[in-house]
C-alpha cells in the first residue's frame, strides 16, 4: 500500500511567484493535515481537512496560503505571492475517520525554498 | 501557554553507547505525549505513544520514554544505538479532548559515532 507522497520533494522559487504542494493520501483516508516547519522553529499545525471540507484552518498564516481538496482526494497548498518567510519544509499527513492525527502517516515533505 | 521544549538540538553519540533525548513540556489539561523521528529521506514516524497508564512506554525500534508528570518531562531513551538511528527527533504534545492538533518541539539531531 503507498503511503502519504508528498510533490514536489523539492521547490526553489523566487519571492513573488506562485507555488503549489501537492498530497496525495493514503486511499481511504478521510483525514487529511497539513503541517510546516519552518527553519530552526518547530513544526506547526497549518489546518485540517475532513474529507473535502475545512475542519480547522486556524494555523493558515495569511491569505496568501490557500488549501483545497477538491472530491476529497488529494490535497494542494497553494502559496501567491510568495515570501522569504514561507521558507521551510511542509509535511501532509492523513489517517482514517475517527482516528487523531498522532495515528496519521506522515509524508516527507516538501522543502520549499523561496529565494 | 502550551510548548515543549527540547533543550537539545544536536546530541552525538558512539554507536553501541546509550541515549537519552529530553523533552519538557507546557500544557494546561492532561497530556497525550508523543516521540516522532524523520530519517532522512523519510516522513515523520510515530515512535510511541503515551496516553495513561504505565508512565514507561515502549516504542518501536526499541525506544522507550518515561513520563514524569512533576517534571513535566518525557525522555526519550535507547539502551544501545545503531547507526541507523542518526535521524531528527521531535516530541510532540496533544489534548486528551482530541481537537486534532498537536504541539511539536523543535527537535533534536541525533549524530552516531562509528
Known amino acids: 500500500e503507498a503511503g502519504v507522497t508528498q510533490f514536489p520533494s523539492h521547490s526553489v522559487i523566487e519571492k513573488g511567484q506562485t507555488v503549489t504542494l501537492r498530497c496525495d493520501p493514503i486511499?481511504?483516508?478521510?483525514?487529511l493535515y497539513w503541517y510546516r516547519r519552518v527553519m530552526g522553529k518547530e513544526i506547526k499545525f497549518l489546518l485540517h481537512?475532513?474529507?473535502?471540507?475545512?475542519?480547522?484552518e486556524s494555523g493558515m498564516p495569511n491569505n496568501r496560503f490557500l488549501a483545497e481538496r477538491t472530491g476529497g482526494t488529494y490535497s494542494t497548498l497553494k502559496v501567491q505571492p510568495a515570501e522569504l518567510e514561507d521558507s521551510g519544509v511542509y509535511f501532509c499527513?492523513?489517517?482514517?475517520?475517527?482516528?487523531?492525527?498522532?495515528?496519521?502517516?506522515f509524508g516527507q515533505g516538501t522543502r520549499l525554498t523561496v529565494v | 501557554a502550551q510548548s515543549v521544549t527540547q533543550p537539545d538540538i544536536h546530541i552525538t553519540v558512539s554507536e553501541g553507547a546509550s541515549l537519552e533525548l529530553r523533552c519538557n513540556y507546557s500544557?494546561?489539561?492532561?497530556?497525550?505525549l508523543f516521540w516522532y523521528v524523520q530519517s532522512p529521506g523519510q516522513g515523520l514516524q510515530l515512535l510511541l505513544k503515551?496516553?495513561?497508564?504505565?508512565?514507561l512506554v515502549q516504542g518501536i525500534k526499541g525506544f522507550e520514554a518515561e513520563f514524569k508528570r512533576s517534571q513535566s518531562s518525557f525522555n526519550l531513551r535507547k539502551p544501545s544505538v545503531h547507526w541507523s538511528d542518526a535521524a531528527e527527533y521531535f516530541c510532540?504534545?496533544?489534548?486528551?479532548?482530541?481537537?486534532?492538533?498537536?504541539?511539536f518541539g523543535k527537535g533534536t539531531r541525533l549524530h552516531i559515532l562509528p
Open positions: 500544557y494546561g489539561a492532561t497530556p497525550y
Open positions: 481537512f475532513v474529507k473535502e471540507s475545512k475542519q480547522d
Open positions: 486511499s481511504g483516508h478521510d483525514n
Open positions: 510532540a504534545v496533544g489534548a486528551m479532548n482530541r481537537d486534532d492538533k498537536i504541539i
Open positions: 503515551y496516553f495513561s497508564g504505565d508512565t
Open positions: 499527513a492523513s489517517s482514517p475517520l475517527g482516528q487523531g492525527v498522532w495515528e496519521a502517516f
